[in-house]
């Protein structure tokens, strides 16, 4: 599949320069502008290449850890189901755990359960 670089450099100088850093809290969902990455790093899609992700941890007002969500329900021992989101059945993919500015956070979705979010935090720490 031929990655769009170019026109996700150009999105992510908007999103530098004309979004507001969002207010945020841990247990959180928001669609995210993740962009285009590199090889197998998850991306966003659509013309803004967002996704949805989680918030596991706030570092600053400016910079969060999140995990990408996704509905696709292969299995794997760092795919930790969360329930539906949006109505689709979702996916936290804890391989894809990431530091991103706050600038990139789109819109909240909602907040994810307390204990599906404990099993989620239990499997970053097994992660990392």
């Given at each position: 599949m031929e990655k769009d670089f170019d026109r996700w450099n150009?999105?992510?100088?908007?999103?530098?320069?004309?979004?507001?850093?969002?207010?945020y809290h841990q247990r959180e969902m928001w669609w995210c502008s993740l962009g285009a990455?590199?090889?197998?790093?998850?991306?966003?899609?659509?013309?803004e290449y967002?996704?949805?992700?989680?918030?596991l941890k706030g570092m600053s007002r400016q910079t969060c850890y999140v995990v990408?969500?996704?509905?696709s329900q292969k299995?794997?021992?760092?795919?930790?189901?969360?329930?539906?989101?949006?109505?689709?059945?979702?996916?936290?993919?804890?391989?894809?755990?990431?530091?991103?500015?706050?600038?990139?956070?789109v819109n909240k979705i909602g907040f994810l359960d307390q204990e599906i979010f404990a099993l989620v935090r239990k499997a970053a720490k097994d992660v990392l």
């Amino acid at each position: 599949m031929e990655k769009d670089f170019d026109r996700w450099n150009q999105q992510k100088k908007h999103v530098h320069d004309h979004e507001a850093n969002k207010l945020y809290h841990q247990r959180e969902m928001w669609w995210c502008s993740l962009g285009a990455n590199i090889g197998f790093e998850q991306d966003g899609t659509g013309v803004e290449y967002q996704r949805p992700v989680l918030i596991l941890k706030g570092m600053s007002r400016q910079t969060c850890y999140v995990v990408p969500l996704t509905t696709s329900q292969k299995q794997h021992r760092y795919r930790v189901p969360i329930g539906l989101v949006e109505e689709r059945s979702a996916v936290a993919l804890m391989s894809q755990i990431r530091l991103i500015d706050t600038k990139r956070l789109v819109n909240k979705i909602g907040f994810l359960d307390q204990e599906i979010f404990a099993l989620v935090r239990k499997a970053a720490k097994d992660v990392l």
